[in-house]
């Protein structure tokens, strides 16, 4: 009988059970981030667009480059839960 190999904790069921554990909450929390970032840059292309408060042209470009970085934020979270979902 050999002994157990503590260089690679996570094999067997009880590693691979935790695995797909962890991989589920990380799917959840870049869901949850991905949607976040979605409605965020909702609110900064209305921005972007003259339809808040703050309509000056400052404001507006500020919205825009906002819309941009949270749909960049967006992809790279979807594409995160993807893998994740994918290893579960």
Known sequence: MSAPNVNKPNEG??????????????YVSETIQGN??????????????????????SGRVSGAMGAASDKIDQHSHEAQAKANKESI
């Open 13 to 26: 069921i009880v590693g691979q059970i935790s695995n797909s554990i962890a991989n589920a909450a990380n």
């Open 36 to 57: 976040s970032a979605e409605a965020s840059k909702e609110a900064n292309k209305q921005q972007a667009k003259g339809n808040t408060a703050d309509d000056s042209i």
